[in-house]
């Protein structure tokens, strides 16, 4: 019912800044839970956000207070921003939206970031 388009990586300095954009197409966005992962090369998928419809966020371990999960139901979209950006960070940044836990996830493509020395 949803479809996903992640925008906003690149390269950036560390300790650098990106806002992640997801903008989701189709019907009832608001009553979805959102979420951001990544996956390094050689290394599993992981939590970086999550975001319920009421607002209410989570974090994974590695965001260390460094990362802020946010949507805009009226523009059906989720952002992740990005502060204090570290090499480790450099992974294939995906969005992901469930009606519920229970629920089949849905999977943008994925967009870059890439932290560079």
């Known amino acids: 019912q949803v479809q996903l388009v992640e925008s906003g990586g690149g390269l950036v300095q560390p300790g650098g800044s990106l806002r992640l954009s997801c903008a989701a197409s189709?019907?009832?966005?608001?009553?979805?839970?959102m979420g951001w992962y990544r996956q390094a090369p050689g290394k599993q998928r992981e939590l970086v956000a999550g975001i319920t419809s009421g607002g209410s966020a989570h974090y994974g371990d590695s965001v260390n207070g460094r990362f802020t999960i946010s949507r805009d139901n009226a523009k059906n979209t989720v952002y992740l921003q990005m502060i204090s950006l570290r090499p480790e960070d450099t992974a294939v940044y995906y969005c992901?939206?469930?009606?519920?836990?229970?629920?089949?996830?849905?999977w943008g493509q994925g967009t870059q970031v890439t932290v560079s020395s």
């Open positions: 189709g019907s009832f966005f608001s009553a979805y839970v």
């Open positions: 992901n939206a469930r009606r519920s836990i229970a629920a089949n996830s849905i």
